[in-house]
């Protein structure tokens, strides 16, 4: 069992970065509120390509690689 599997779709990659970096800039933009550090986890998932939670529960959205037929 390999300790970070891809798990997660490239389109919810994207989508997980660019949140994370909309969170972020919540904490040196916007109200400028400490809980935009919280973007980290989604920005972090997304550029590892790893869910930790999809790891536990057995769920993922990545493509399948190939068909063992």
Known sequence: MKFLPTNEH?????VRVLLG???IAIAFVGPKSNWGFLGLVP??????GS??????FGFS?????GSAR
């Open 10 to 14: 490239p389109a919810e990659r994207a």
């Open 21 to 23: 970096l909309g969170l």
């Open 43 to 48: 920005l972090a998932t997304g550029l590892i």
């Open 51 to 56: 869910c930790p939670l999809y790891t536990v």
């Open 61 to 65: 959205t990545c493509p399948l690689k």
